[in-house]
């Protein structure tokens, strides 16, 4: 199975402050642990939304809008995905986040990707070949 670990964006995420030399350590170590585990399959750190747009779709038309945007909760200052058995071993890889992080109060959501198989006969043989062949372009 695979999940997506969103570290959510805080204040100072949004305020564009980066990561002090520990911290990148500590996340470096983090994220070293993960690889030498073999459940790792990427991370990245997000620019502050003020860097971003959205798009919206209403009726079909796009409306662009520019960062920076509010509602902190919802907005993203990284990710991780790894692959793991079930979302308890996910949580337990969580749970050995870096304590330095926003000086120890952050929030990270942990969420299930969907796998070809889950959308039973509504993806078609063709397409699910196309979608395999394509992850296995983006993994090299």
């Not at 959510?8 to 585990?37: F, N, S």
């Amino acid at each position: 199975m695979r999940f997506m670990i969103l570290r959510k964006a805080d204040p100072a995420t949004e305020a564009d402050v980066l990561p002090t030399a520990a911290l990148l350590t500590a996340m470096g170590e983090y994220i070293q642990q993960m690889a030498q585990a073999d459940v790792l399959l990427s991370a990245e750190g997000l620019r502050t939304s003020a860097k971003g747009a959205r798009v919206t779709f209403a009726g079909g038309v796009p409306s662009i809008s520019h960062g920076p945007f509010d509602g902190k909760r919802a907005l993203l200052a990284g990710y991780c995905v790894i692959q793991v058995p079930s979302l308890q071993e996910a949580i337990a890889w969580v749970m050995r986040w870096p304590t330095l992080d926003g000086g120890g109060t952050i929030e990270i959501e942990i969420r299930q990707l969907l796998e070809a198989e889950d959308f039973g006969p509504a993806l078609n043989q063709e397409e699910s070949v196309a979608q395999a062949c394509l992850r296995a372009r983006t993994a090299a």
